[in-house]
């Protein structure tokens, strides 16, 4: 039998060492779906419960293999489906290529069944490539284009492939006019600066006595060179949460994240710095960086376009984050006064203590800061650990120390919901002797993740090591928003709104033949975590935790805090001594170890 563009598409992927696509199947792809009974399932087809998970999966593949994740759905709603998931991987800069159905081509412009422009749906998620194959001799130049564009952009790249086209035959380019053959081999160079941009940047960071560093995702990577930078400036280094697990937390002159979700140590770093060496990210958020004209600012990241945004940065290195910085580690001096990098330190010590006096603060039932504190410790040295968006953002930030082997990740820039799950469903395909964990709101969870724990129930089997956990943090409230709420708009709650039904996770999990614990006092809490390590497959564990503890930023006013406990005591007032108690929390945290308030003009 003759080889179909179908069976090329598969062969190709093949080729180039793609082993599993996540997808959802539709008439729009059949052509690809025979192609893939007579492959045997090679490279193999993982079906999610739905277009999108099957992309944040491609997208949690490739955030924790650092390989390119391929999705594929049917034409129209199901490439429609794909977006958000896409829209999650660009932002987050990570190699994404989604392969889509199409009516066929006789019928186009004939506004037929499940006829969508794609290429006007896909043309600002996959601006760096998007094509339509037409005849076959297009292949494999637009599918090798796509992986190469998406790999070496670290983008979306979109291939569109009509039905009909997906069952012909498939004929290879010829050695003539028109005709575009194309190659596999994909080779890295890793761009440096040039030594006169690299002296400028040692001079600017030389002439600093407080430096203060903030790393993203970029740096990865870069452990040895960050740490022997770091210690030559007597620097301490924030995280972006992208970049969370480029750096241990475990090193005393790690502040932990920067921003809404962060720590006190590195706000008050950035307060206070004089020079800030900025490597691998794109931290959105300026008003936690030095006030303008406070610091002289360096800047390295890998990408040309991405270089001088948020910061009036002083000196722009275009170049990858471990060369670069091990040709600038000559050029820095020591420096030898080590007061401010103590008091860095001393800082941060405080807040570890600070984070453990929170986790044990009284709740009702549980405090949810007490989940992921006695999680951290916990963790395997090899965990793969994602967090969703909401209050389980806020207390992965804080309360969760990556260290060793670890990678952790959320959905960083689009920050949207539901991606938790299906990240470390991604995550495991990619690294099946991997212990993965998701940390779920359940908001998030009745979103997505309810769906995608059948697809869990589907496939563990396969997998070297069953150990997955799926946190859930139930307290039948959309929490973040509704503190949003509270702290910027002064409103108590809005019930119909904010408020969830309850459900069922650990019974659920169960009756999907997977393992389900509930914890719903503190003490269960450990326990819990100590079941859901040692099953012998994946578990769902349920926290019933409470709503009223507050994840007010590191730089709140106390007029802020204020405002956010009126407007709880309005919306509950039966239970306003329990919430006090929270926000009094907060106080021992922005000033511990004394009675004084913080100031109401500035910062607390």
């Given at each position: 039998?003759?080889?179909?563009?179908?069976?090329?598409?598969?062969e190709?992927?093949?080729q180039?060492?793609?082993?599993?696509?996540?997808?959802?199947?539709?008439?729009?792809?059949?052509?690809?779906?025979?192609?893939?009974?007579?492959?045997?399932n090679?490279?193999?087809?993982?079906q999610?419960?739905?277009?999108?998970?099957?992309?944040?999966e491609?997208?949690?593949?490739?955030k924790?293999?650092?390989?390119?994740?391929?999705?594929?759905?049917?034409?129209?709603?199901?490439?429609?489906?794909?977006?958000?998931g896409?829209?999650?991987?660009?932002?987050?800069?990570?190699p994404?290529?989604?392969i889509?159905?199409?009516?066929?081509?006789?019928?186009?412009g004939?506004?037929?069944?499940?006829?969508?422009?794609?290429?006007?749906?896909?043309?600002?998620?996959a601006n760096?490539?998007?094509e339509?194959?037409m005849?076959?001799?297009?292949l494999?130049?637009?599918?090798?284009r796509a992986i190469?564009v998406?790999?070496?952009?670290?983008?979306v790249?979109a291939?569109?492939?009509?039905?009909?086209?997906?069952?012909?035959?498939?004929?290879?380019?010829?050695?003539?006019?028109?005709?575009?053959?194309?190659?596999?081999?994909?080779?890295?160079?890793?761009?440096v600066?040039?030594?006169?941009?690299?002296?400028r940047a040692?001079d600017?960071?030389?002439?600093?006595?407080?430096?203060?560093m903030l790393?993203?995702?970029?740096?990865?990577?870069?452990?040895?060179?960050?740490t022997?930078?770091?210690?030559?400036?007597?620097?301490?280094?924030?995280?972006?949460?992208l970049?969370?697990?480029?750096?241990?937390?475990?090193?005393?002159?790690?502040t932990?994240?920067?921003g809404l979700?962060?720590t006190?140590?590195?706000?008050?770093?950035?307060?206070?710095?004089?020079?800030?060496?900025?490597?691998g990210?794109?931290?959105?958020?300026?008003?936690?960086?030095?006030?303008?004209?406070?610091?002289?600012a360096?800047?390295?990241d890998?990408?040309?376009?991405?270089?001088?945004?948020?910061?009036p940065?002083?000196v722009?290195?275009?170049?990858d984050a471990?060369?670069?910085?091990?040709?600038?580690?000559?050029?820095l001096?020591?420096?030898?006064?080590?007061?401010?990098?103590?008091?860095i330190?001393?800082?941060?010590?405080?807040?570890w203590?600070?984070m453990q006096?929170?986790?044990?603060t009284?709740?009702?039932p549980?405090?949810?800061e007490?989940?992921?504190?006695e999680?951290?410790?916990?963790?395997?040295?090899?965990a793969?650990?994602?967090?969703d968006?909401?209050s389980?953002?806020?207390w992965?930030?804080?309360?969760i120390?990556?260290?060793?082997?670890?990678?952790?990740?959320?959905?960083g820039?689009?920050?949207?919901?539901?991606p938790?799950?299906?990240?470390?469903?991604?995550?495991?395909?990619g690294?099946?002797?991997r212990?993965?964990?998701a940390?779920?709101?359940?908001?998030?969870m009745q979103?997505?993740?309810?769906n995608?724990?059948?697809?869990?129930?589907?496939?563990?089997?396969?997998?070297?090591?069953?150990?997955?956990v799926i946190?859930?943090?139930?307290?039948?409230?959309?929490?973040q928003?509704t503190?949003?709420?509270?702290?910027?708009?002064?409103?108590?709650?809005?019930?119909?709104?904010?408020?969830?039904?309850?459900?069922?996770?650990?019974?659920?999990?169960r009756?999907?033949?997977?393992?389900?614990?509930?914890?719903?006092?503190?003490?269960?809490v450990?326990p819990a975590w100590?079941?859901?390590?040692?099953?012998?497959?994946p578990?769902?564990?349920?926290?019933?935790?409470?709503?009223?503890?507050?994840?007010?930023?590191p730089?709140?006013t106390?007029?802020?805090?204020?405002?956010?406990?009126?407007?709880?005591?309005r919306?509950?007032?039966?239970?306003?001594?329990m919430?006090?108690?929270?926000?009094r929390?907060k106080?021992?945290?922005?000033?511990?170890?004394t009675?004084?308030?913080?100031?109401r003009?500035?910062?607390?």
């Amino acid at each position: 039998m003759s080889q179909t563009v179908g069976d090329h598409i598969l062969e190709r992927l093949r080729q180039w060492g793609v082993e599993h696509v996540f997808g959802y199947a539709g008439d729009g792809i059949n052509g690809l779906l025979s192609a893939w009974q007579r492959a045997e399932n090679r490279p193999q087809f993982v079906q999610a419960r739905h277009e999108e998970m099957a992309a944040f999966e491609a997208v949690g593949y490739a955030k924790f293999t650092g390989r390119v994740g391929v999705c594929t759905a049917t034409s129209g709603p199901g490439a429609i489906h794909l977006l958000n998931g896409l829209y999650d991987a660009r932002l987050d800069h990570v190699p994404v290529v989604a392969i889509v159905g199409q009516t066929a081509r006789s019928a186009l412009g004939g506004s037929y069944q499940q006829e969508v422009d794609l290429h006007t749906l896909f043309k600002d998620v996959a601006n760096a490539y998007c094509e339509t194959v037409m005849v076959p001799e297009q292949l494999p130049n637009v599918l090798d284009r796509a992986i190469r564009v998406a790999a070496s952009r670290r983008t979306v790249t979109a291939v569109i492939v009509p039905s009909d086209v997906q069952e012909l035959e498939y004929v290879a380019p010829g050695h003539a006019f028109k005709m575009v053959p194309s190659s596999l081999d994909l080779t890295w160079s890793a761009p440096v600066p040039a030594e006169q941009e690299l002296q400028r940047a040692a001079d600017v960071l030389n002439a600093g006595e407080r430096v203060a560093m903030l790393i993203g995702q970029g740096s990865r990577g870069a452990v040895a060179e960050l740490t022997q930078v770091a210690d030559v400036l007597g620097a301490g280094v924030a995280k972006a949460l992208l970049g969370k697990d480029a750096l241990s937390d475990e090193l005393p002159w790690v502040t932990g994240a920067i921003g809404l979700l962060g720590t006190r140590p590195s706000y008050e770093m950035m307060r206070d710095c004089d020079t800030l060496l900025v490597v691998g990210s794109n931290f959105p958020y300026s008003q936690f960086l030095p006030e303008f004209g406070q610091a002289r600012a360096v800047q390295i990241d890998i990408d040309p376009t991405m270089v001088g945004l948020r910061y009036p940065f002083e000196v722009n290195l275009v170049g990858d984050a471990t060369e670069t910085l091990r040709r600038l580690l000559p050029l820095l001096r020591r420096r030898n006064d080590r007061t401010w990098r103590d008091d860095i330190e001393s800082n941060v010590a405080r807040w570890w203590e600070v984070m453990q006096r929170r986790a044990f603060t009284e709740a009702d039932p549980i405090n949810p800061e007490l989940v992921f504190h006695e999680l951290s410790p916990r963790l395997p040295d090899d965990a793969i650990v994602a967090a969703d968006s909401g209050s389980s953002a806020d207390w992965y930030a804080r309360h969760i120390r990556l260290r060793g082997n670890m990678r952790g990740s959320l959905s960083g820039t689009l920050a949207t919901m539901g991606p938790g799950v299906p990240y470390v469903i991604g995550a495991k395909f990619g690294n099946p002797d991997r212990p993965c964990f998701a940390l779920v709101g359940d908001g998030a969870m009745q979103m997505n993740g309810i769906n995608e724990v059948i697809t869990i129930a589907k496939y563990w089997r396969d997998w070297a090591d069953p150990r997955m956990v799926i946190a859930v943090l139930h307290n039948n409230d959309l929490n973040q928003v509704t503190w949003e709420l509270r702290s910027m708009g002064g409103s108590p709650q809005f019930l119909p709104s904010q408020r969830l039904p309850d459900f069922p996770y650990a019974s659920y999990a169960r009756s999907l033949g997977l393992h389900g614990v509930l914890a719903e006092k503190p003490e269960e809490v450990g326990p819990a975590w100590d079941e859901a390590l040692a099953s012998d497959r994946p578990c769902v564990v349920e926290f019933t935790t409470d709503p009223a503890v507050p994840p007010i930023p590191p730089h709140a006013t106390w007029d802020q805090i204020e405002k956010t406990a009126e407007s709880v005591m309005r919306g509950d007032s039966d239970r306003w001594d329990m919430i006090k108690e929270g926000v009094r929390a907060k106080v021992q945290e922005v000033l511990p170890g004394t009675k004084e308030e913080p100031h109401r003009s500035g910062p607390s």
